[in-house]
């Protein structure tokens, strides 16, 4: 059954998103319309002969067209079109994106989303390749995972070999570069933009981020930069001295667990190193923010994360990729925890986790175990972080 296009499966294939969401990919020279859907090359010759205009590129409109005549763009399947035909949360749903809110295929974005780069120390339990340089050296030194999933995420081509050699000044020196930061430069005069949103990898390994920050701000746009924490201490300081005298500079802290649990869920940083880079924010009056990817992992010891977290504002986004990170994988022990706590969680939370019930295929739960012991032998860790019961359950027929 073909998910894309049995509407039993799938009953709309609108999302708002491709109409007011530009990503943009300063390293891999890459745009996305939402920045879960699978990147598309640059249309350059679009751009030097429509300027300021990277956002209604012939591509662009094209998807744009599709969803408003209701058939599923491609771009679009591992991050919702997948999800959705599982009964899962997808990201337009929880963003409530399939609401029809705009309909002309030539538009200007809202929201403006820059990858500075993949150069991060973390590798994170549900990235990959595509948002981490530690992931891609992983991959590179221990070779592909074995685990089967919808795309490439675990296993390197030459692109990435390629873009592995290179350094933050090779890639500023492309002579693609210039242009695209005209473009983006022309787009925060031009545009109606209402937010800008800078990730990376880790934007604070960024060595142009102060430059970057400098170029968008003093338009009265909101610039918010999302981070692991990942960094020396030192050299957060640093970055965050230089940028605290940009006054629309918010900080957005991925996180969704505390102690043990947070170090193997962000392998590659450690719990007192991301407690200190908090405290540094504190000290220099910057705000943030939490945003919390919704694993089955992550909820193992949720209540403890909401309890540190306290009165600091939580943005709860389901992952849906790998599939074995669903939430519906959990023993029994688990499920009877979270169902129990349910109504004491923010709404938020509910709607990604009230399918915990669903029947889950046998291959998930055995993807996620031989994944599980995998990602710990290649890192000499132990998986002692994990609930007894849920280790176990893990390992039954």
């Not at 990503?23 to 030097?48: G, Q, R, W, Y």
Request: proline share 4%; glycine share 4%; charged share 20%.
């Amino acid at each position: 059954m073909n998910h894309l296009t049995d509407p039993d499966q799938t009953k709309d294939f609108y999302c708002s998103q491709k109409f007011w969401w530009l990503s943009v990919d300063l390293e891999k020279l890459k745009t996305m319309s939402c920045c879960a859907a699978t990147p598309a090359k640059i249309n350059f010759d679009h751009i030097n002969q429509h300027p300021g205009d990277i956002f209604n590129s012939p591509e662009m409109i094209a998807e744009r067209q599709q969803m408003l005549l209701n058939q599923p763009v491609a771009s679009c399947a591992s991050s919702c079109w997948i999800p959705e035909s599982k009964s899962q949360m997808s990201r337009r749903i929880s963003m409530k994106s399939h609401l029809p809110t705009h309909t002309a295929t030539s538009t200007s974005p809202e929201v403006l989303h820059i990858i500075v780069g993949s150069d991060c120390n973390m590798t994170c339990i549900y990235c990959c390749k595509y948002y981490s340089s530690a992931w891609t050296r992983d991959i590179n030194n221990h070779g592909a995972y074995s685990v089967a999933t919808s795309d490439d995420r675990y296993i390197l081509n030459d692109t990435d070999r390629v873009i592995m050699k290179l350094s933050q000044k090779d890639i500023k020196n492309n002579r693609f570069n210039d242009s695209l930061l005209n473009e983006i430069a022309q787009l925060v005069e031009s545009s109606n933009l209402k937010e800008i949103v800078i990730t990376g990898g880790e934007p604070f390994l960024y060595l142009g981020l102060e430059e970057l920050i400098s170029k968008l701000s003093g338009h009265g746009i909101a610039i918010k930069i999302y981070s692991g924490l990942g960094v020396n201490s030192d050299r957060f300081q640093k970055e965050i001295v230089k940028l605290s005298k940009f006054a629309e500079v918010q900080l957005i802290i991925s996180v969704e667990s505390t102690g043990r649990l947070y170090e193997l869920l962000r392998y590659g940083n450690t719990w007192d190193r991301f407690e200190s880079n908090i405290e540094i924010l504190k000290q220099h009056d910057v705000p943030y923010s939490f945003y919390a990817t919704v694993t089955n992992l992550a909820l193992l010891d949720i209540d403890d994360f909401i309890k540190y977290a306290g009165d600091i504002a939580i943005v709860w986004s389901p992952c849906t990729d790998p599939d074995f990170f669903a939430v519906n994988i959990l023993d029994k022990i688990t499920k009877s925890t979270l169902k129990n706590q349910m109504a004491h969680y923010p709404l938020q939370l509910q709607e990604i986790i009230k399918n915990l019930s669903d029947v889950f295929v046998p291959d998930q739960k055995s993807n996620l175990n031989g994944y599980l012991k995998e990602f710990a032998q290649r890192r000499s860790i132990e998986l002692n972080s994990l609930p007894p019961h849920f280790v176990e359950w893990l390992e039954q027929q």
